[in-house]
């Protein structure tokens, strides 16, 4: 057994040209996935015509908060778009986590005649790219009266994310040992009482993935907001810095998109590096990735 | 279906022997009605669209005036439509562009950190983080710093010699197309990484021990042993990668629109253009359908592999 301390825990051997090699490309690595972002973030510091002209050593480090506090007072105001991104990425957070663990504790625990086709159009639904479908889903929506409606976003952005969610959510359920239930039915819990109280520190976790999935997807979604949204009043983040970019507002300022891309990037950030076991667990072998997630 | 619903609760006891005895704890009734709000949903607005799509392809559907039926004009159509054979073009050659290089990156950055050496843990976070931000966020960063003259990206080329810095990266066709590659290649690769890195943790160790015995350099080990007992992850990722780049959109639609001319449009810009600033439904919707059947065909290649794995 003298040979396992030269082996890591892949069961590779471990030799010094691999830990030169690791540090090196590791270092390497980090400055090539960091530096593009901290740049940004470094650009939204910078006022406008700094960003756009070439750089001159006598202004490139006059640090501004400017575009910033244009962005809460100036025409090109995105606090409201903020706002609205905010209201759609926690709703559809919130109702994609309901109706998930539902469903999740339905086909998990129930036996129910229709269950393997509901189960079916589930995962046929992940075939369904929303992004070939928005054509008549748009119709459909005006129809329905939910464009121009941040509900109407909120319910788009849920069924979007649901098929990956009831997926999690059944796991999760799966993995609870049965008997546990069993003993709140003899103390007479209803089906209600058993998953808000005894279920829930186990499908926790679960429910957290989905969340955060649900989250990070409607804060970032663009298509779809861009689509079904033509009042100015309701747009999000994403549809309002393209109206930025395309001058709707006056004369592009490259400050306003720098900082408006701080303000998008900070909530993914913080929630990918606060509940990252959560993202990766959910990520498991990819099963659960539907063509909305890989195109965002 | 109705038999569920209204079927009287038997005691277990009297129960046909053929049938399951009927649960006491989970009522079929309440496993229905559990599952059916999220059914709704996916009914309502994915299945829905689908099937309106169907019919709308076989009609003119113009935003105001009457429908017409079409036939299967659309359909016929699609063969002279220049514009989308021109988009499915450009976007298989996107496609083809990145496809490698995500799966190479993605590779190399999950050999970086599949061991638990230290700092594996930071580095996993941070190659993941680009793909966190989203292609939308990094599509706006990418744009102030493809600006010629100022921005990072012609700022390093002309420190490093390669360029005047004075490149327009953005009214070319081809150098938009390049830039756009090299943003997705570096924002998407974490996903194939973290994919890549759980296969390959679950490799067991003794593998590796016992091809160390029989004197196997490291290239042959990953040759060997890791790439082929990876064979359904590496295909997953591609699979995901694939579905992906066949549906770019956000990109190219912050950072060109497309242009210049249709030099840079994708399939999925291509029928957004067509429905909403041609107002061309019908015919937008047949594209739809065509783009749904490849999909579907190649996310019920990821299904199957995923069962194959099981």
Redesign the interface.
């Known amino acids: 057994m003298s040979?396992t301390s030269s082996?890591?825990?892949?069961?590779?051997?471990e030799t010094r040209t691999?830990?030169v090699l690791?540090a090196v490309?590791?270092t390497g690595?980090?400055g090539?996935?960091?530096v593009?972002?901290a740049?940004?973030l470094f650009?939204s510091v910078q006022p406008g015509e700094v960003?756009?002209?070439?750089?001159d050593p006598a202004t490139f480090f006059d640090l501004t908060a400017e575009n910033f506090v244009a962005l809460v007072t100036g025409p090109g105001n995105l606090i409201r778009a903020v706002g609205n991104s905010l209201v759609v990425a926690l709703c559809t957070a919130a109702l994609t986590t309901v109706?998930?663990t539902?469903?999740g504790?339905?086909?998990a625990?129930?036996?129910?005649?229709?269950?393997p086709v509901?189960f079916a159009?589930?995962?046929?639904?992940?075939?369904?790219?929303?992004?070939?479908?928005?054509?008549?889903?748009?119709?459909?929506m005006n129809l329905m009266r939910l464009t121009d409606s941040l509900l109407g976003l909120v319910?788009?952005n849920?069924?979007v994310n649901?098929?990956f969610g009831?997926l999690v959510m059944r796991n999760a359920f799966s993995s609870v040992p049965g008997e546990l239930?069993?003993s709140a039915?003899i103390d007479g819990a209803s089906?209600f009482r058993i998953v808000t109280s005894v279920l829930r520190p186990l499908i926790l976790p679960g429910a957290a993935t989905v969340a955060l999935y649900a989250f990070?997807a409607a804060w970032?979604e663009?298509?779809g907001a861009?689509?079904f949204l033509t009042d100015r009043d309701l747009y999000t983040l994403?549809v309002a810095?393209?109206n930025l970019?395309q001058g709707t507002y006056g004369d592009i300022n490259?400050g306003y998109?720098?900082a408006?891309?701080v303000i998008?990037?900070i909530p993914?950030?913080v929630l990918?590096?606060a509940l990252?076991r959560f993202?990766?667990a959910g990520?498991?072998?990819?099963?659960g990735?539907s063509?909305a997630h890989?195109?965002? | 279906?109705s038999?569920?619903l209204s079927a009287p609760a038997a005691a277990p006891t009297d129960a046909a022997p053929a049938r399951?005895a009927r649960?006491l704890?989970?009522?079929?009734?309440?496993?229905?009605?559990?599952?059916a709000?999220?059914?709704a949903?996916?009914?309502?607005?994915?299945?829905?669209?689908?099937a309106?799509?169907l019919g709308?392809s076989f009609t003119n559907w113009p935003l105001i005036g009457e429908v017409e039926f079409a036939g299967l004009t659309n359909y016929v159509n699609i063969g002279n439509d220049l514009g989308f054979l021109r988009a499915v073009g450009y976007t298989l050659l996107y496609t083809a562009i990145v496809t490698l290089p995500i799966l190479v990156l993605g590779y190399a950055?999950a050999v970086?950190v599949?061991?638990?050496?230290r700092?594996?843990t930071?580095?996993r976070?941070?190659?993941?983080?680009?793909f966190?931000?989203?292609?939308?966020?990094l599509s706006?960063?990418a744009?102030?710093?493809a600006?010629p003259?100022?921005g990072?990206v012609n700022?390093v080329l002309a420190a490093l010699g390669l360029t005047d810095g004075s490149t327009a990266w953005l009214v070319d066709g081809r150098l938009a197309t390049v830039l756009i590659s090299v943003l997705v290649i570096?924002g998407v690769s974490?996903?194939t990484m973290?994919?890549l890195m759980?296969?390959?943790?679950a490799?067991?160790?003794?593998?590796?021990?016992s091809a160390?015995l029989d004197g196997a350099s490291?290239w042959q080990?990953e040759w060997r042993i890791t790439i082929p007992m990876l064979r359904r992850?590496i295909a997953?990722?591609l699979v995901?990668?694939v579905?992906?780049s066949l549906?770019?959109?956000?990109q190219f639609?912050?950072l060109t629109s497309g242009g210049p001319g249709s030099a840079t449009t994708t399939v999925?810009l291509h029928?957004?253009k067509r429905?909403?600033v041609q107002l061309q439904?019908g015919s937008?919707?047949a594209l739809?359908?065509v783009?749904?059947v490849v999909?579907?065909l190649v996310?019920?290649l990821?299904?199957r592999l995923?069962r194959g794995?099981e």
Not at chain 1, 51 to 55: D, E, H, K, Q, R
Not at chain 2, 247 to 250: E, K, Q, S
Request: proline letters at 6%; a positive charge.
């Open positions: 040979s082996r890591n825990d892949t069961g590779r051997r691999k830990r690791y490309g590791g690595a980090f090539v996935f960091t593009p972002l740049w940004g650009r960003i756009v002209a070439a750089p109706l998930a539902a469903a504790y339905g086909f625990r129930f036996r129910f005649r229709a269950a509901a159009l589930v995962v046929a639904s992940m075939m369904v790219p929303f992004q070939a479908i928005l054509t008549p889903l748009y119709l459909q319910l788009f849920t069924t649901l098929p009831v239930e069993d039915h089906t990070l970032t663009f298509l861009l689509t994403p810095m393209v970019q490259f998109i720098a408006g891309s998008a990037m993914c950030v990918y590096v990252q993202y990766v990520l498991g072998r990819g099963e990735l063509p890989m195109a965002r | 279906m038999a569920v399951r649960s704890t989970h009522p079929p009734r309440t496993g229905l009605l559990l599952v709000p999220a059914l949903m996916i009914a309502v607005f994915a299945l829905a669209p689908l309106f799509a709308i950055l970086l599949r061991t638990r050496r700092g594996a930071l580095l976070t941070v190659f993941f983080l680009p966190v931000v989203g292609l939308t966020t706006f960063i744009l102030l710093e600006q003259g100022s990072a700022l570096w974490g996903l973290l994919l759980s296969g390959m943790q490799i067991p160790r003794e593998v590796y021990e160390d490291w080990q992850t997953m990722s995901i990668s579905i992906g549906l770019a959109f956000t639609y912050i999925v029928i957004y429905a909403f439904l937008a919707t739809s359908i783009l749904v999909v579907a996310t019920a990821q299904l995923l794995e």
